[in-house]
């Protein structure tokens, strides 16, 4: 009998033949889809040898809800209601579609990326990225990367390896997934110099630092988290104006500030006038670009990068080139016009009409108006969390997290957060498409909730 049962499990190429099963080559391809049935066959065959009848009507679901699994993990666009604005783990900051929309053609043809069209030779890869960032930072000149943490690297790596750098007790910080100051300066061959304590740093504790072997003074941005109390450290220009010729004064300024005010954070400008020599900060944060890493100062510095073997290895390519050009053109023509990110910070009563719009016609018992706060994210602002609004969800049947389960699981899915144990929405972050469709999504679990 089991036998038998067996023998009624079609071969893997019959069921790839099946229609029900052909729909999946489009969404995940055709030999994801096949693993996806060995793996549900597999799975399934265990079934039918511990006794169960061989059924067609068991076995096709099993297979679906695989091939689900992979189609669910592809990257695609999700419903950011966490009030996080620039979360890392969602793509920081969306690129603006009418900047996506110009770098259309350059990307999907060919470009003149690294091609002089004066001469018909090889030409710098940057178009105007470069006078752009230096316009917007006043820095002499500038040179980008794959992402900030590359930036930091390559500056130890082409200025401080196998010297000192000194970085203040209240700066060695861990950013995001693994990207840990001490380590990457350790792995740049630098040796690092740790001055100060954690809450204060003075600026004798900067100069008794340095000898001869001192390569540079790295300030770093403390991007996820802030001091607060008795603390201290020199004002930036203190510093520069103190040191002794040769030492390099480097911030890695993070977010990537430029003409935002933003309480606590300082803009590029004004550190490049403060005497930094060189600054580095990410493109996909603030400035709502593309990820890349900017770094801006010195020209003979920068050069001194863009020789580097190392910077072969981290430079962006056409995409990011021209998404990037298109992001600082877009920032220089529209100094008022603020991104959704940024703007949201500041509109509490946009949050409050936002809610209202999105619970119009829904349970009144179920989706209720909140207080809640809203932090910008990306290395920004750390301790400021900004008035907001949000939508609580409040059922008697489901636990908060089943209740986001259920909101991750539409599709687009949508990302909801638990606050003091209850199921919260901020709708801060959305444009009028995606809270059209949240309301949708709230109206389709409602009887359910
Ligand atoms: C975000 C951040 C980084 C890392 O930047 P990536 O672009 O993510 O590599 C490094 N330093 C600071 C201060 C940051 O805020």
């Known amino acids: 009998m089991e036998n038998s049962e067996m023998k009624k499990i079609p071969q893997i190429e019959q ?32 079934k ?4 169960r009848a061989f059924s067609e009507h068991e076995l096709y679901p099993i297979i679906d809800q695989v091939c689900k699994g ?28 009418e900047v996506w929309d110009d ?30 960032i230096n316009t917007l930072t006043g820095a002499e000149s500038s040179t980008v990367v794959n992402n900030n943490a590359a930036a930091v690297y390559l500056l130890l790596s082409t200025f401080a390896a196998g010297k000192e750098v000194i970085v203040s ?18 792995a740049s061959g630098a040796k690092l110099v740790e001055v100060g304590t954690t809450n204060i740093t003075t600026l004798a504790d900067y100069l008794d630092a340095v000898t001869d072997d001192t390569a540079m003074i790295l300030k770093v941005h403390r991007a996820n988290f802030a ?13 520069t104006e103190a040191l002794p010729d040769g030492i390099l004064t480097v911030v890695d300024q993070g977010s990537g500030v430029l003409n935002e005010n933003l309480p606590g954070e300082k803009k590029a400008q004004s550190l490049i006038d403060d005497g930094a020599d060189i600054i580095s ?10 990820q890349g890493g900017i770094i801006a100062g010195k020209k003979e510095l920068i050069d001194r990068l863009d020789r580097h073997p190392l910077m072969r290895t981290m430079r962006p390519g056409k995409t990011i080139y021209s998404l990037l050009e298109a992001t600082l053109l877009h920032r220089m023509e529209n100094p008022g016009a ?23 016609g829904l349970s009144a018992d179920i989706f209720k108006m909140t207080d809640d706060t809203l932090c910008i994210g990306g290395g920004s602002t750390p301790d400021e969390f900004f008035a907001s609004r949000a939508i609580e969800i409040i059922s008697d049947k489901m636990k908060p997290e089943r209740i986001l389960k259920i909101l991750r699981d539409s599709d687009p899915p949508v990302i909801g957060t638990i606050k003091h144990e209850r199921a919260f929405l901020n709708p801060s972050a959305l444009n009028d498409d995606e809270m059209k469709y949240l309301k949708s999504v709230l109206k389709d679990i409602e009887e359910n909730l």
């Open 15 to 46: 069921i790839m033949n099946d229609e029900r099963v052909g729909s999946w080559f489009e969404k995940i391809s055709r030999p994801l889809t096949a693993a996806s049935v060995r793996r549900a066959v597999s799975h399934y065959r265990e």
């Open 48 to 51: 039918v040898i511990s006794g």
């Open 227 to 239: 001091l607060r109390g008795f603390t201290s450290e020199p004002a930036l220009k203190k510093i």
């Open 103 to 132: 770098c259309r053609e350059v990307n999907t043809g060919y470009s003149n990326l690294e091609l002089s069209l004066k001469t018909g030779k090889r030409g710098k890869r940057n178009g105007l990225v470069p006078l752009l």
């Open 338 to 360: 603020r991104s959704r990110h940024a703007e949201a910070a500041d509109s509490f009563e946009e949050a409050s009409e936002k809610c209202r719009k999105i619970k119009r």
């Open 169 to 186: 007790r209240g700066e060695q910080v861990q950013i995001g997934g693994g990207f840990r100051i001490p380590e990457i300066l350790a």
């Open 281 to 290: 900060f990410s493109c996909d944060k603030i400035l709502g670009g593309p």
């Open 70 to 97: 992979l189609y669910d993990r592809r990257i695609r666009p999700v419903i950011n209601a966490t009030g996080v604005i620039l979360h890392t783990n969602m793509g920081r900051s969306p690129i603006l579609p």
